[in-house]
């Protein structure tokens, strides 16, 4: 099956500055969403980009599909963006089978 | 406002017991999916149902059981033959069934805490 990494595993800031997470995944997607897991379990939906460029605030991703990784920039951080940040990919089985497949996430702690 | 409601929020289990765990959505989306996330952990698939009366194991779908006898709903039901029941089970949803529904998002829940007294 397919295999989805995330790196870094783990992120201290300061707030107000930038970073950048990458998703890397091991074969052909037709689906790729980025989300946040905040601290109380609620998963939000960031970014639905399995390819081409996408901004929305201070978040910005980016999938380049045919080299198989995705990134999230986050810019100008604030303590309300701690939490973890999942990346997940879907494929077409042939449409026998339909899951989202997780990486491990990026846990993301931004101090004040 | 449109949107999937799990609950409860928490449930606690006896051994030996079945739990339900409740999953709604007024989005009117046909596929709907259940995944289990453990500590530290990604999610992963335990069940999911393209349209009402179909539903197909996903990962990890030994020790649970679901229905879809309506569109909005898909129920989860822990049973005693699942070993290592405590885990955050969260519900999703996406548009379109079959092929349709792996091209569209999931949007999720807000999930429900799973312990074992």
């Known amino acids: 099956g397919i295999q989805v990494e995330q790196s870094p595993p783990d992120l201290i800031l300061q707030e107000g500055a930038n970073s950048t997470l990458r998703c890397n995944f091991s074969?052909?997607?037709?689906?790729l969403q980025w989300f946040h897991q905040n601290p109380w379990g609620q998963l939000i939906n960031l970014f639905y980009i399995p390819s081409g460029t996408k901004q929305n605030g201070r978040l910005s991703a980016t999938t380049v599909a045919t080299e198989r990784y995705s990134l999230l920039y986050i810019s100008s951080s604030q303590t309300t963006d701690s939490g973890v940040y999942f990346c997940?990919?879907?494929?077409?089985?042939?449409?026998?089978?339909?899951?989202?497949?997780f990486g491990t996430g990026t846990l993301l702690a931004v101090q004040p | 406002d449109g949107g999937i409601t799990q609950s409860p929020k928490y449930l606690f289990r006896k051994e030996g017991q079945n739990v339900t765990l409740s999953c709604e959505q007024n989005?009117?989306?046909?596929?709907m999916y259940w995944y289990r996330q453990d500590p530290g952990q990604g999610l992963r698939l335990i069940y999911y149902?393209?349209?009402?009366?179909?539903?197909q194991k996903g990962d990890i779908a030994e020790g649970y059981s679901v229905s879809r006898e309506k569109k909005e709903s898909f129920p989860l039901t822990v049973t005693s033959a699942q070993k290592n029941p405590t885990a955050f089970y969260l519900c999703?949803?996406?548009?379109?069934?079959?092929?349709?529904?792996?091209?569209?998002?999931?949007?999720f829940g807000d999930g429900t805490r799973l312990s074992i007294l």
């Open positions: 149902s393209q349209i009402v009366n179909d539903f």
């Open positions: 074969d052909s997607v037709n689906n």
């Open positions: 997940a990919v879907g494929a077409d089985y042939g449409g026998a089978t339909n899951k989202l497949i």
């Open positions: 989005l009117n989306h046909d596929a």
């Open positions: 999703a949803s996406s548009i379109g069934a079959w092929r349709e529904a792996s091209n569209q998002p999931q949007h």
